[in-house]
C-alpha cells in the first residue's frame, strides 16, 4: 500500500539502470510531475511549456483518437526503487516497486502529458489506454537538470539567458544560485530573454548577472570557481543590494523596474557588467576592507540626468550604450569613485572621450 507496482523491463544505459513500464493514462499526471510545486524550483526553471505544441498534440490526439501513437516519455525518480524479476531465467523482466513518498517528474513529453492532462477532461475514457514511460532512478535529482539539457538541446541555443538557464558550469550554477539567494535579484530577473520589455517587473536579464559575475571574477565561462570565491561574489552581490538606495527601494516593492530602468543608470546591462568590472579591482586591491570602500557606491548620483558623468560612458546622446568601450568608459568611472587606478587602456579611451 506504500509504494506502486508495475510490470517492468529493466535495462541499462552506460553505468546507469533503467525500467520500461506501461502507465495508463489517467495515472499520467496524477502520479508524474512537471512543473508542480513539488519540482525544485531549479528544475522548474529550466522546465518549459510551449502551448502552441500542446495544442497540436491535443488536436491530433482529438482528431486520431482510434489509431493514434505516441512515443515512451523520460522520468526520472528521486529516489531508488525494488526490482523483483519474474523469474530467475527472466533476470530483466519483472515488477518495480516505486514508493509513494517519491516524486517522478518529467524530463522528456511535457507537452504529450499536457495535451493528455486536458483531453482526459474531455474524454475520460481515454484513461484506458497505456503510454510507455522510461523511468530512471536518480535519488537527489543529481541528473535531472543535465538529462534535460541533453534531451532538448535546442531550447539552449535560442538566447544568452536560456543558455546560462541550461549550463551546468560552475559559473552558470553559481549565477542561478546568485538569483535565488541575493535579495538584490530575487523576483527580478528576465530568465530567458536578453531584453527586457518596458512592461516588464524584472531588473536585469540573467545574461547581465553572467556577464557581470564573470567579470567580478574575472575568469572564463569554463573555469572553475572555487568555494570562496563562490562566497565572496555573494557577499559582494548582497553588499551592495543594501549600499545603492534605488536598488533597496526595487528590492522592498517601493519602486518598479521600469521606473528605475526609465530614469537611473545602473539597472542596466552597461553598468551592471562596468560594476563588476570594477568590482574585481577593488577586491583585488583592498582585500582586507573592500566591503567598507563599496559603501562610496550608495552616494553616487546614478540618475541620467548626471550627463556630466555618464554622458559619452554609460550613454551617448541620452541613449544606454552598450558597446565594449562604453563598459570600460563606465567602469573606469566607478574605478575613480572607489579610488582605484585606472588602466592605460581606459586612460587613453578617457582622453579620446575628453578630446585631449
Given amino acids: 500500500?506504500?509504494?506502486?507496482?508495475?510490470?517492468?523491463?529493466?535495462?541499462?544505459?552506460?553505468?546507469?539502470?533503467?525500467?520500461?513500464?506501461?502507465?495508463?493514462?489517467?495515472?499520467?499526471?496524477?502520479?508524474?510531475?512537471?512543473?508542480?510545486?513539488?519540482?525544485p524550483a531549479t528544475l522548474r526553471r529550466i522546465q518549459t511549456i510551449d502551448q502552441s505544441v500542446v495544442s497540436r498534440w491535443t488536436d491530433y490526439l482529438s482528431s486520431r483518437k482510434d489509431d493514434y501513437t505516441l512515443a515512451?516519455?523520460?522520468?526520472?525518480?528521486?529516489?531508488?526503487?525494488?526490482?523483483?524479476?519474474?523469474?530467475?531465467?527472466?533476470?530483466?523482466?519483472?515488477?518495480?516497486?516505486?514508493?509513494?513518498?517519491?516524486?517522478?517528474?518529467?524530463?522528456?513529453?511535457?507537452?504529450r502529458r499536457a495535451a493528455i492532462t486536458s483531453l482526459l477532461t474531455q474524454n475520460p475514457s481515454l484513461g484506458d489506454d497505456t503510454i510507455s514511460i522510461m523511468l530512471i532512478p536518480d535519488p537527489g535529482?543529481?541528473?535531472?537538470?543535465?538529462?534535460?539539457?541533453?534531451?532538448?538541446?535546442?531550447?539552449?541555443?535560442?538566447?544568452?539567458?536560456?543558455?546560462?538557464?541550461?549550463?551546468?558550469?560552475?559559473?552558470?550554477t553559481l549565477v542561478r544560485q546568485l538569483v535565488d539567494d541575493v535579495p538584490l535579484f530575487q523576483g527580478l530577473i528576465e530568465l530567458?530573454?536578453?531584453?527586457?520589455?518596458?512592461?516588464?517587473?524584472?531588473?536585469?536579464?540573467?545574461?547581465?548577472?553572467?556577464?557581470?559575475?564573470?567579470?567580478?571574477?574575472?575568469?572564463?565561462?569554463?573555469?572553475?570557481?572555487?568555494?570562496?570565491?563562490?562566497a565572496r561574489v555573494h557577499e559582494f552581490w548582497q553588499t551592495l543590494g543594501k549600499v545603492i538606495p534605488e536598488w533597496q527601494r526595487a528590492i522592498r516593492r517601493e519602486m518598479s523596474a521600469a521606473t528605475l530602468r526609465q530614469n537611473y543608470i545602473h539597472s542596466h546591462t552597461v553598468t551592471l557588467l562596468a560594476i563588476?568590472?570594477?568590482?574585481?579591482?577593488?577586491?583585488?586591491?583592498?582585500?582586507?576592507?573592500?566591503?567598507?570602500?563599496?559603501?562610496?557606491?550608495?552616494?553616487?548620483?546614478?540618475?541620467?540626468?548626471?550627463?556630466?558623468?555618464?554622458?559619452?560612458r554609460a550613454m551617448v546622446r541620452g541613449k544606454m550604450n552598450k558597446s565594449h568601450d562604453s563598459i570600460q568608459l563606465t567602469a573606469s568611472a566607478i574605478k575613480r569613485l572607489l579610488g582605484l587606478n585606472v588602466t592605460e587602456r581606459e586612460l587613453a579611451l578617457e582622453q579620446v572621450l575628453s578630446g585631449s
Fill in 141 to 172: 535529482l543529481s541528473r535531472a537538470a543535465t538529462l534535460y539539457v541533453d534531451l532538448h538541446p535546442s531550447q539552449m541555443a535560442s538566447t544568452r539567458s536560456k543558455k546560462v538557464l541550461h549550463d551546468h558550469g560552475d559559473l552558470a
Fill in 72 to 111: 515512451p516519455l523520460i522520468a526520472v525518480i528521486d529516489e531508488m526503487v525494488t526490482f523483483e524479476p519474474l523469474a530467475p531465467g527472466m533476470p530483466e523482466i519483472g515488477h518495480v516497486q516505486i514508493p509513494m513518498s517519491t516524486r517522478l517528474i518529467i524530463r522528456d513529453g511535457q507537452h
Fill in 1 to 39: 500500500m506504500n509504494s506502486y507496482t508495475f510490470p517492468a523491463i529493466r535495462g541499462h544505459q552506460g553505468n546507469y539502470t533503467y525500467y520500461l513500464i506501461q502507465c495508463q493514462l489517467r495515472l499520467l499526471p496524477r502520479i508524474f510531475l512537471f512543473d508542480e510545486a513539488e519540482v
Fill in 192 to 230: 530567458e530573454k536578453t531584453t527586457i520589455s518596458n512592461r516588464s517587473t524584472a531588473l536585469f536579464t540573467l545574461s547581465a548577472v553572467y556577464q557581470a559575475t564573470e567579470a567580478l571574477l574575472n575568469s572564463g565561462a569554463k573555469n572553475t570557481v572555487s568555494v570562496e570565491q563562490a
Fill in 276 to 312: 563588476g568590472m570594477a568590482g574585481h579591482d577593488l577586491v583585488v586591491a583592498h582585500p582586507g576592507d573592500w566591503q567598507e570602500r563599496l559603501m562610496i557606491l550608495g552616494d553616487v548620483d546614478w540618475s541620467r540626468e548626471n550627463k556630466a558623468l555618464w554622458e559619452g
